[in-house]
């Protein structure tokens, strides 16, 4: 046996050893990749599968199909390495990777560094203050928290380098620990029922000396911070590495919210992130792509002023929906989920339609 090799071409097939059509390979059409797709590309340090994506396809969602994905390996992507250079075969509707390194004709563990680490989905530092932080709470979610109880000096207002008391953290591990407080509702407009409640990050709070109550210092603060605000540990943001692709299965949801804006007032742009009225429970995971669209009106219609609608001549024409971006699924809750909003034409507003690409 050889004991080394520089790695060839090889096309990213990936066989289910059950399920889903083991052995079936998928083809992107030509249609769907771009003119002005490179043959070859190096990846590069900043890049991210979507970005790629974008470089290849016409629709970013199918990238699971120019890779020949199936349904078993989405949930564990290939990973893609800076240096790595993707050949593109046109004819196929397939890609493949050729890499740098040399490796031996047996299994092995890719070690690497922080620096040669995979790319990921979608770009680190527009979600990671949303991946170690609740989101979304139920009704009395906060109410077993820790919570801060007393402040020094009577201050009625915390900020930065300020000491309080909280009870709660004598027996926990953690050194850091952020602050919130219920915000506002998360209403779906289909149901009319509330499926949460935004937890409103207010800042980051250290132990100092642990007891009960435990002296803790306020590191960063957001908002105010006063008595009764509950505290939640901090944990280490695992940045999504899941392949954009498409619900396998019909999704159809609305809009909640633009995180941090105000009801249903606001509106959202590009880098985004949308709150969905859609969650595990309704088959949502991460790395979906969903498509945003804006429902067209009835015309015709008018409302008098007891608030009846009064029907015209024109009455029954509905000006056509409009598709208009994208948006890339990366926390899902049990009713919820939170997408960051990947392209659009026109602003993102509360009450738009999701739906698969």
């Known amino acids: 046996m050889l004991n080394g090799f520089r790695k060839s071409i090889t096309t990213l097939a990936f066989v289910a050893c059950s399920g889903l059509g083991s052995g079936v390979s998928a083809q992107v059409p030509p249609s769907e990749i771009k003119a002005t797709a490179p043959d070859r590309y190096v990846v590069v340090q900043g890049d991210t599968l979507w970005s790629i994506a974008q470089r290849y396809l016409e629709s ?5 199909e120019l890779m020949e994905m199936n349904r078993e390996t989405l949930k564990n992507p290939h990973r893609i390495y800076p240096g790595d250079v993707l050949v593109l075969d046109r004819t196929k509707g397939q890609m493949g990777v050729q890499s740098t390194d040399t490796v ?4 092995k563990v890719r070690a690497e560094s922080s620096e040669t680490r995979a790319i990921p989905s979608i770009p680190p530092s527009l979600i990671e203050p949303y991946l170690t932080r609740p989101l979304v709470i139920e009704p009395n979610g906060l109410d077993n928290a820790p919570a801060i109880m007393a402040t020094e000096e009577n201050r009625v207002i915390l900020g930065a380098g300020n ?54 210092e306020i590191i960063a603060a957001n908002q105010e911070i006063t008595t009764g605000d509950r505290l939640v540990a901090a944990g280490v943001p695992q940045v999504p ?35 969905l009225n859609r969650g595990k ?50 926390r899902v809750f049990d009713r919820v989920s939170y997408a960051l909003v990947m392209d659009v034409s026109r602003p993102v507003n509360p009450l738009d339609v999701v739906q698969n690409p």
């Open 60 to 64: 970013p969602h199918r990238w699971p």
């Open 163 to 216: 000491i309080a008391y909280a009870r709660g953290l004598s027996g926990a591990k953690e050194e850091t620990w952020h602050v919130y407080r219920r915000g506002k509702a998360l209403v779906d407009p289909d149901s009319n029922l509330t499926v949460g409640y935004e937890a409103t990050f207010l800042g980051s709070a250290r132990v100092r000396k642990k007891g009960e109550p435990s002296t803790i």
């Open 281 to 330: 429970a309704d088959g949502i995971e991460v790395g979906h792509v969903l498509a945003l669209l804006r429902l067209g009106s009835v015309v015709g219609q008018k409302r008098s002023l007891s608030g009846a609608i009064e029907h015209t001549a024109l009455s029954g024409l509905k000006v056509p929906d409009e598709r208009y971006g994208l948006v890339f699924v990366f």
């Open 104 to 107: 031996k004709l047996s299994p």
């Open 241 to 275: 590495n899941y392949a954009p692709h498409a619900p396998s299965a019909k999704i159809s949801g609305r809009v909640m919210s633009i995180y941090g804006g105000v009801g249903t007032v606001g509106e959202g742009g590009r880098n985004s992130v949308v709150t």
